[in-house]
């Protein structure tokens, strides 16, 4: 094994052989916020995504692709370490106006940026970062030459967009959001267009409060403001793809996209049981597609099991690197599954958490509910009378009578009641309606045997600290502070 340390020297000693043999690959990894399987073309959306389903169509598109745990922060944590949030200590949000300072990303953590720096890649992450906000988990922290975006969900206080390690713009207009980090994207691409680079672009959208841009939001028309929202989200993409074009990079670069959990109200899971929050597949269960011309067939589906804990070894074997062997990676090169070149999944089972605690099991085509399935969000009362708890920070907010409430539910609510030990058979039932344990108690028994294996690694719940009182607070932006609160007196001037 090999430590941290060591790590780095031996990636900085692949660099420089493998730049003797030509230019190593770029790659682009889009990661949408609260986005469901059902909001893209090609995997069953009614809105307009063009640009995703060309990248479908040049590429290969994942039918059964999971993220390891149904909300934000911990599915980052584990896309970008390759690591199940539990190991990686990520098992909740940070969240400035909740008192949540102190949780975020350890520094003894090894990311995806910080495995490509030694070998001579240029890494910028923009959007949404959500790994800790507070100076020793900032993103340059840990291995991104540059940061641009707001450093937790678009809907916490203070919504302020931080360029490093400053606060570049406070208020943000966030209709103007996407169409900001894609020129950011951009302008990265074509910087670095003689050398290779990583770009980590997790949009905000579609999280609540959505907003889209005056060219995108057509008010008065069949489209809803949720259905304006994805399409921008999909110009964007289509803005890269073709910068990727201009510059000759189209065959030097991997192109990915995927979503960190599902559909919040207003999206749509395709059919699935369940949404964000929710174990059921609605929860965990989200588009993957990869696109790199001459590396990849075009039109591929592959229908085999992988997680987004795949994509860290993937990219480093990719690249020439050397994966860390002084820690437990849980993921595991799924490129021969995007080139055709295995058509079986590298994984015995894969494995999601709910809260603290491992839940899931899937293996093959089934799926074993160790735990009772979270439901995600529930809400009983009047959804006419629904208020948001986040209230928007300065103007934060167009259309607010159009933001997506709970009448609008994204995914399957039926189904049998949700209890211990329930096991799917998802390729005969894939919205999850009927336990079928009683008539397989072999498959219950071996799905148990391989979630027993790992929830032994599993630490005990830890009380989720906070640096202030309880409830939401609404604090005031301008610095990378986190006690101001607004109307408490003279705050911060925005820089």
Same mark, same amino acid.
């Given at each position: 094994?090999?430590?941290?340390?060591?790590?780095?020297?031996?990636?900085?000693?692949?660099?420089?052989?493998?730049?003797?043999?030509?230019?190593?690959?770029?790659?682009?990894?889009?990661?949408?916020?609260?986005?469901?399987?059902?909001?893209?073309?090609?995997?069953?959306?009614?809105?307009?995504?063009?640009?995703?389903?060309?990248?479908?169509?040049?590429?290969?598109?994942?039918?059964?692709?999971?993220?390891?745990?149904?909300?934000?922060?911990?599915?980052?944590?584990?896309?970008?370490?390759?690591?199940?949030?539990?190991?990686?200590?990520?098992?909740?949000?940070?969240?400035?106006?909740?008192?949540?300072?102190?949780?975020?990303?350890?520094?003894?953590?090894?990311?995806?940026?910080?495995?490509?720096?030694?070998?001579?890649?240029?890494?910028?992450?923009?959007?949404?970062?959500?790994?800790?906000?507070?100076?020793?988990?900032?993103?340059?922290?840990?291995?991104?030459?540059?940061?641009?975006?707001?450093?937790?969900?678009?809907?916490?206080?203070?919504?302020?967009?931080?360029?490093?390690?400053?606060?570049?713009?406070?208020?943000?207009?966030?209709?103007?959001?996407?169409?900001?980090?894609?020129?950011?994207?951009?302008?990265?691409?074509?910087?670095?267009?003689?050398?290779?680079?990583?770009?980590?672009?997790?949009?905000?959208?579609?999280?609540?409060?959505?907003?889209?841009?005056?060219?995108?939001?057509?008010? &008065?028309?069949?489209?809803? #403001?949720? @259905?304006?929202?994805?399409?921008?989200? =999909?110009? !964007? $993409?289509?803005?890269? *793809?073709?910068?990727?074009?201009?510059?000759?990079?189209?065959?030097?670069?991997?192109?990915?996209?995927?979503?960190?959990?599902?559909?919040?109200?207003? &999206?749509?899971?395709?059919? #699935?049981? @369940?949404?964000?929050?929710?174990?059921? =597949?609605? !929860? $965990?269960?989200?588009? *993957?597609?990869?696109?790199?011309?001459?590396?990849?067939?075009?039109?591929?589906?592959?229908?085999?099991?992988?997680?987004?804990?795949?994509?860290?070894?993937?990219?480093?074997?990719?690249?020439? @690197?050397?994966?860390?062997?002084?820690?437990?990676?849980?993921?595991?090169?799924?490129?021969?599954?995007?080139?055709?070149?295995?058509?079986?999944?590298?994984?015995?089972?894969?494995?999601?958490?709910?809260?603290?605690?491992?839940?899931?099991?899937?293996?093959?085509?089934?799926?074993?509910?160790?735990?009772?399935?979270?439901?995600?969000?529930?809400?009983?009362?009047?959804?006419?009378?629904?208020?948001?708890?986040?209230?928007?920070?300065?103007?934060?907010?167009?259309?607010?009578?159009?933001?997506?409430?709970?009448?609008?539910?994204?995914?399957?609510?039926?189904?049998?009641?949700?209890?211990?030990?329930?096991?799917?058979?998802?390729?005969?039932?894939?919205?999850?309606?009927?336990?079928?344990?009683?008539?397989?108690?072999?498959?219950?028994?071996?799905?148990?045997?391989?979630?027993?294996?790992?929830?032994?690694?599993?630490?005990?719940?830890?009380?989720?600290?906070?640096?202030?009182?309880?409830?939401?607070?609404?604090?005031?932006?301008?610095?990378?502070?986190?006690?101001?609160?607004?109307?408490?007196?003279?705050?911060?001037?925005?820089?």
């Amino acid at each position: 094994m090999i430590g941290r340390r060591e790590f780095v020297g031996a990636l900085a000693g692949a660099a420089a052989a493998r730049g003797q043999q030509g230019r190593k690959p770029n790659f682009v990894m889009i990661f949408a916020d609260d986005l469901g399987y059902g909001d893209v073309g090609c995997y069953g959306n009614k809105y307009q995504t063009p640009n995703l389903d060309r990248m479908a169509a040049e590429g290969v598109r994942f039918t059964d692709f999971y993220v390891p745990m149904p909300f934000c922060a911990p599915s980052r944590a584990a896309l970008l370490t390759g690591r199940y949030p539990f190991r990686c200590g990520m098992t909740s949000n940070p969240a400035p106006d909740g008192g949540i300072n102190d949780l975020g990303l350890a520094a003894s953590e090894i990311t995806i940026a910080e495995m490509l720096k030694p070998l001579g890649y240029s890494t910028m992450a923009i959007g949404k970062w959500h790994l800790g906000h507070t100076p020793r988990f900032l993103p340059r922290t840990q291995g991104f030459d540059e940061y641009y975006g707001i450093l937790y969900s678009n809907d916490m206080r203070p919504v302020q967009i931080v360029h490093n390690e400053r606060v570049a713009q406070y208020p943000v207009v966030q209709a103007n959001l996407t169409r900001d980090y894609t020129r950011h994207a951009v302008d990265f691409i074509e910087r670095n267009r003689e050398r290779p680079f990583f770009l980590y672009l997790p949009h905000a959208m579609p999280h609540k409060p959505l907003a889209a841009s005056d060219d995108f939001y057509k008010p &008065g028309t069949a489209e809803n #403001l949720y @259905g304006s929202v994805i399409r921008e989200l =999909d110009w !964007g $993409i289509g803005r890269i *793809l073709s910068k990727l074009r201009e510059l000759n990079l189209e065959r030097d670069t991997l192109v990915l996209f995927a979503s960190d959990n599902g559909p919040w109200f207003g &999206g749509s899971t395709a059919g #699935l049981r @369940g949404m964000k929050g929710s174990t059921f =597949d609605g !929860g $965990i269960r989200v588009p *993957l597609i990869a696109r790199w011309p001459g590396h990849i067939p075009a039109g591929r589906v592959c229908r085999e099991i992988a997680t987004s804990v795949d994509i860290f070894p993937t990219i480093g074997k990719l690249a020439g @690197g050397k994966l860390p062997g002084d820690r437990i990676l849980d993921g595991l090169d799924i490129f021969p599954l995007m080139s055709g070149e295995s058509a079986k999944t590298p994984h015995e089972a894969i494995f999601a958490m709910g809260g603290n605690e491992l839940r899931v099991v899937r293996s093959g085509k089934w799926k074993l509910h160790v735990r009772v399935p979270t439901p995600g969000q529930t809400y009983t009362g009047d959804p006419a009378k629904w208020v948001d708890p986040r209230a928007p920070d300065g103007v934060t907010l167009i259309a607010p009578w159009e933001q997506a409430r709970p009448d609008l539910y994204p995914g399957v609510r039926t189904g049998d009641p949700a209890r211990e030990m329930m096991l799917f058979d998802l390729e005969a039932d894939r919205s999850e309606q009927h336990d079928v344990a009683a008539q397989h108690p072999d498959v219950v028994q071996r799905l148990k045997g391989y979630w027993d294996r790992i929830a032994k690694d599993v630490p005990p719940p830890r009380p989720r600290g906070r640096s202030g009182p309880r409830g939401l607070r609404r604090l005031k932006g301008g610095e990378l502070r986190y006690d101001l609160e607004a109307g408490t007196g003279p705050g911060p001037s925005a820089r």
